[in-house]
């Protein structure tokens, strides 16, 4: 006969494994870095309205160097 956790799914047998107190540090520090990545994607986008800002200037530029 089986034993109860073998037909356990794997996430379940990990819940089992991990302590609450585990758990809630794993849950804080996946919180930190989805806040990070919110901000690094709203750095990406910035520096690509930039990006965009400096091509539009430097084809102005040229345009008024051109013959």
Avoid: Y
């Amino acid at each position: 006969m089986k034993e109860p956790h073998a037909t356990a799914s794997p996430l379940t047998r990990l819940r089992n494994r991990l302590s609450g107190a585990h758990i809630r540090s794993l849950q804080a520090e996946l919180q930190t870095e989805r806040e990070r990545i919110t901000q690094l994607e709203a750095e990406l986008d910035e520096l690509r309205r930039d990006s965009l800002r400096v091509a539009e200037l430097v084809d102005l530029v040229e345009q008024q160097l051109s013959p």
